[in-house]
């Protein structure tokens, strides 16, 4: 850790942990509820754990997000945080919101929770991944606004790189498309087309140059390539990212009343989608193999390699699979939606998060550039029981998909959507033994930190 200031991040990646956790708890508790429907009812319904579930993915994701750009915007700028305390402040407000929303989840009903919270007043509440209630997602954006306040006061008084900048777009692009979120039109489709402003151009758009920017960053730390080198990759990766991403939100309007045109461009730049991904499995490929020297946190080098294949294979392949609109007609909405989703997410933004925080936290308590090597041999057995049962939970997810696909909407004899559901049962319960596997990965994971701690790295 070269600047004191960046000892803010810690916070946030203590925070994005525990989310984690209790995000996988959830899910585990909603594959139960899949092959034993009253599981934990009433108390948790399933609407209520999924709930529950996307909303701590999302959560968790900003807090690493955050913590990544406490940490590596100081260390770009070659210059202390601007306001330290700002960023504890936000992050206890950010943390509290975030808390008391899950908490009011599950325990008042949602109906009464948007009673109490000012949705009559202006009505945001009800949608998809965009649950919380309207003052929670005024919270969301004044932490928000602080954080850019924050870190673009820090890149403006320090070293301007092509990182910090591609980190501040993406991170300004994230606040902006969140604001649509308070859009909520009474027409459904126009409800609909907005709504996938946020969602899509989130995950598909203005987060991939967050994952570039953090990518680069822990490449350049570990692998002492030139960064004219790294900076140029980038530009060509987040450009490809930034035209097929932003375009590509058209496979998501194929069925939901707008023009027809929109199978045409949203089926060839959704296509498209995969090649920014591969370009990035082929830079960090790249990098390493051109490194300098051997860094000492190998663990750190495995995450950002394994985060470049996953977010190809879950974010490219699989999004790829049923992205065209004749192949989108019969599997939208099924468990192939769900397969792409999981394996998606994890690879593009979980494992870059773990990857920040495999490389900084080690610095951020107190070691000089890793954890022991003992440390590092748990962590990778993290890496994989979880990297491997992700694997495992997508292959289920997609067999089960193209069942659903056949026995419900291709065959010339359509079975009933809980008749189908009961025949998958199978895959339902290979993917909960799965998802067991992930989260004694990810307890693995925590628990490297706790491994080794007196001991000293090796220092190449």
């Known amino acids: ?73 100081p260390e770009e700028a070659e210059t202390e945080l601007f306001s330290p305390k700002l ?17 009011g989840y599950l325990m008042v009903p949602y109906a009464t929770l948007a009673d109490i919270t000012g949705n009559s007043l202006l009505p945001t509440m009800g949608r998809e991944f965009l649950e919380q209630p309207t003052i929670t997602k005024i919270g969301i954006v004044v932490v928000a606004l602080a954080f850019l306040f924050n870190i673009g006061m820090t890149a403006l ?45 989130w995950v598909e758009g203005v987060w991939e140059l967050i994952l570039g920017a953090i990518l680069a960053f822990v490449l350049i730390k570990t692998t002492g390539v030139d960064r004219e080198v790294i900076e140029k990759w980038l530009y060509i990766i987040i450009a490809m990212s930034l035209i097929t991403g932003i375009i590509g939100t058209g496979h998501h309007y194929y069925w939901i009343g707008t023009p027809r045109y ?22 960090a490929f790249n990098m390493v193999n051109q ?13 950002a390699l394994g985060t470049s294949v996953m977010a190809f294979l879950g974010a490219g392949v699989w999004g790829f699979m049923h992205t065209l609109a004749p192949v989108n007609y019969y599997t939208h909405g099924t468990q192939i939606t769900a397969a792409h989703g999981h394996l998606a997410f994890f690879g593009a933004y979980v494992m870059i998060v773990l990857t920040m925080i495999s ?42 998909g193209i069942a659903q696909v056949y026995l419900q909407r291709y065959s010339d004899t359509p079975q009933a959507f809980m008749v189908v559901q009961e025949k998958l049962a199978t895959f339902y319960w290979m993917r909960e033994v799965a998802g067991v596997v992930f989260l004694i990965g990810l307890i693995t994971y925590i628990s490297s930190f706790f491994v080794g701690g007196k001991e000293a790295e090796e220092i190449a």
Do not use: C
């Open 291 to 303: 490194r300098r020297r051997n860094h000492p946190n190998q663990a750190a080098v495995l995450w």
């Open 157 to 201: 008084k320090g070293r301007k790189t092509v990182i910090t900048l591609v980190l501040l777009i993406g991170l300004l692009g994230l606040a902006v498309f969140f604001l649509f979120s308070f859009y909520n039109p009474i027409n459904l489709v126009k409800d609909k087309f907005y709504w996938w402003w946020v969602v899509h151009l």
């Open 359 to 400: 490389y900084a936290m080690p610095m951020l308590r107190g070691r000089e550039a890793a954890n022991s090597n003992k440390s590092q041999v748990v962590e990778m057995w993290s890496f994989w029981l979880m990297t491997v049962s992700m694997v495992f939970i997508t292959l289920f997810l997609t067999g089960a």
């Open 262 to 283: 929109w199978q045409w461009w949203g089926s060839i730049f959704s296509a498209m989608e995969p090649i920014p991904f591969f370009m990035m499995t082929i830079f």
């Open 1 to 73: 850790m070269k600047y004191q200031s960046q000892a803010v991040a810690k916070y946030y990646f203590i925070a994005a942990i525990a989310l984690f956790v209790g995000q996988i708890l959830f899910g585990l508790i909603m594959g139960l509820q899949y092959v034993m429907g009253d599981f934990l009812f009433p108390e948790i319904p399933f609407n209520v754990a999924r709930m529950v579930h996307t909303n701590l993915l999302i959560v968790w994701l900003l807090f690493g997000f955050m913590g990544s750009a406490y940490y590596l915007v």
């Open 87 to 103: 960023a504890l402040i936000m992050f206890w407000v950010f943390l509290a919101a975030g808390v008391l929303t899950i908490l």
